[in-house]
């Protein structure tokens, strides 16, 4: 069985940095793509950055693109692994509980979890994110 174990949220100031980290284990991750969502009080859960299998290709959503960086570590059975999302230069509107997601099936292209359905992947319990003005 999956797990997915967010950690990293916090309160920060504005212009400050956090880095998120989500540990995955429970299957051999080779071939499964990973990402970040994010869902604020009161909206719906959007996307924010993911990642391929390896870490070789990545894809953000737009406010993301200059100030977010996801990143991966592979075990090298790849029977666990670890993606991050460090988060610089943050807003206020970047408030909200970030989720790690892993999708359910093999070799999913990154720009597709864009807009995927929920039900197409394994989610954390999601970690908060709290950016004061």
């Known amino acids: 069985q999956v797990q997915l174990v967010e950690s990293g949220g916090g309160l920060v100031q504005a212009g400050g940095s956090l880095r998120l980290s989500c540990v995955a284990s429970?299957?051999?991750?080779?071939?499964?793509?990973m990402g970040w969502f994010r869902q604020a009080e009161g909206q719906e859960r959007e996307f924010v950055a993911a990642?391929?299998?390896?870490?070789?290709?990545?894809?953000?959503?737009?406010y993301a693109r200059c100030r977010f960086t996801i990143s991966r570590d592979n075990a090298e059975d790849n029977a666990e692994n670890t993606v991050y999302l460090q988060m610089n230069s943050l807003k206020p509107e970047d408030t909200a509980v970030y989720y790690c997601?892993?999708?359910?099936?093999?070799?999913?292209?990154?720009?597709?979890?864009?807009?995927?359905?929920?039900?197409?992947?394994?989610w954390g319990q999601g970690t908060q994110v709290t950016v004061s003005s």
């Open positions: 990642i391929n299998w390896n870490g070789g290709i990545t894809y953000y959503a737009n």
């Open positions: 997601a892993l999708t359910h099936g093999l070799w999913t292209p990154v720009y597709s979890m864009r807009n995927m359905s929920p039900d197409s992947a394994s």
């Open positions: 429970g299957l051999t991750f080779k071939g499964y793509t």
